[in-house]
């Protein structure tokens, strides 16, 4: 099968990370209907918490790595345009990672208190984030419009595996 798209051997389904229809037509500068949007972000915290397991793993490739992600991850990049968020977590995959957390790997998008550029930081932690611990990856997101909202001022997720097998996003539920 080509690897553009479709189901692999090994029971992937690749689609790259690329936006089409709705998404695009936002990112190129026709917005959705306010309302129509506020709708979908306020049903956004409910639809994640239904999310329990994965029916398939949606997967790309970054850097000549296979990075993959759940149903209820590739939902949220589709519903709230966090495409970025994925493409950020893969783009730091790799053996320093892969040290530093041992195949476990907890991100946090929080928010900062930054009332004029919507500004929010995102870790990756070995283990629940603690003051005394330093994180594995910490990147300052200058402008983000996550729905923090709808989902709070933190938003955590997990990745698991090693960048030399494949790593997983998923939502907590989906653990």
């Not at 639809?47 to 939902?75: I, S, W």
Request: net charge negative; glycine share 8%; proline share 3%.
């Amino acid at each position: 099968m080509g690897r553009d798209s479709g189901r692999r051997d090994d029971g992937l389904i690749f689609r790259p990370f690329t936006l089409t229809g709705e998404a695009a037509d936002s990112i190129a500068g026709t917005l959705l209907a306010p309302t129509l949007y506020t709708e979908t972000i306020m049903t956004l915290s409910t639809d994640l918490a239904q999310f329990c397991g994965t029916m398939e793993y949606h997967a790309t490739t970054l850097r000549g790595k296979t990075f993959v992600c759940t149903d209820g991850m590739l939902y949220l990049a589709e519903t709230a345009g966090a495409y970025w968020l994925l493409d950020a977590v893969a783009s730091y995959q790799g053996s320093r990672l892969d040290r530093a957390c041992n195949g476990f790997q907890l991100w946090q998008l929080r928010k900062l208190d930054d009332k004029c550029r919507n500004a929010a930081e995102l870790t990756c932690w070995r283990d629940t984030p603690a003051a005394d611990t330093k994180p594995a990856v910490r990147q300052l997101i200058p402008f983000t419009d996550f729905p923090f909202d709808e989902l709070g001022d933190s938003f955590q997720f997990y990745a698991c595996g090693t960048s030399a097998d494949r790593v997983v996003a998923m939502l907590k539920s989906e653990y």
